[in-house]
T-cell receptor, first 114, second 113 residues
Framework: KAGVTQTPRYLIKTRGQQVTLSCSPI?????VSWYQQTPGQGLQFLFE???????NKGNFPGRFSGRQFSNSRSEMNVSTLELGDSALYLC?????????????FGDGTRLSIL | GQNIDQPTEMTATEGAIVQINCTYQ??????LFWYQQHAGEAPTFLSY????GLEEKGRFSSFLSRSKGYSYLLLKELQMKDSASYLC??????????????FGAGTRLAVHP
């Protein structure tokens, strides 16, 4: 079956702009988590959505937000972009229930801020 | 606080065995995952431990000691394609923490002929 799909793969923006990233989970997965990966900080948890509700949130400023649609697709938005937001943004999906299921990652969106 | 430590880099020879260690100090524990990430690619799931002991999956095994806050990933019969970063991640306990993974910085493994 198809894996986690993230679009776009690459994005270049300038400071102050805003950006929206998209993630389509594996069919049947209802949980979508977002992570930021940078060389200095590694993979850091942004937030998790399950059944259109934010269930977990990491320690990122309010400029980072997200949402999930009824078909489990998710979007992440970053407003007022800063140079430090340059990173690989990864989305991961899982069934999200009580069973211990691993998360499956997409290939990510590489965001560069000029 | 939350802290997960792994060695930054390791090197090994093709055909050999390598052990990648991970120690963690987290506020709660609900499972430990190992992921493999090749450069420029997505992390892929390798193994999961929630109880103490060894889990074996082909050439890969993972061990967990919850009392020591310690895990390791063992790779046997190393192949060149095993050159990648290996990420250790701890899952936050329920409620509300089903899928919040806290990742270590990763261990870059280089396999040489």
């Amino acid at each position: 079956k198809a894996g986690v799909t993230q679009t776009p793969r690459y994005l270049i923006k300038t400071r102050g702009q805003q950006v929206t990233l998209s993630c389509s989970p594996i069919s049947g997965h209802r949980s979508v988590s977002w992570y930021q990966q940078t060389p200095g900080q590694g993979l850091q948890f942004l937030f998790e959505y399950f059944s259109e509700t934010q269930r977990n949130k990491g320690n990122f400023p309010g400029r980072f937000s997200g949402r999930q649609f009824s078909n489990s697709r998710s979007e992440m938005n970053v407003s007022t972009l800063e140079l430090g937001d340059s990173a690989l943004y990864l989305c991961a999906s899982s069934f999200g229930g009580l069973a211990d299921q691993p998360q499956h990652f997409g290939d990510g969106t590489r965001l560069s801020i000029l | 606080g939350q802290n997960i430590d792994q060695p930054t880099e390791m090197t090994a020879t093709e055909g050999a065995i390598v052990q990648i260690n991970c120690t963690y100090q987290t506020s709660g524990f609900n499972g430990l995952f190992w992921y493999q990430q090749h450069a420029g690619e997505a992390p892929t799931f390798l193994s999961y431990n929630v109880l103490d002991g060894l889990e074996e999956k082909g050439r890969f095994s993972s061990f967990l000691s919850r009392s020591k806050g310690y895990s390791y990933l063992l790779l046997k019969e190393l192949q060149m394609k095993d050159s990648a970063s290996y990420l250790c991640a701890v899952r936050s306990p329920r409620p509300g923490g089903y899928n919040k993974l806290i990742f270590g910085a990763g261990t870059r493994l280089a396999v040489h002929p």
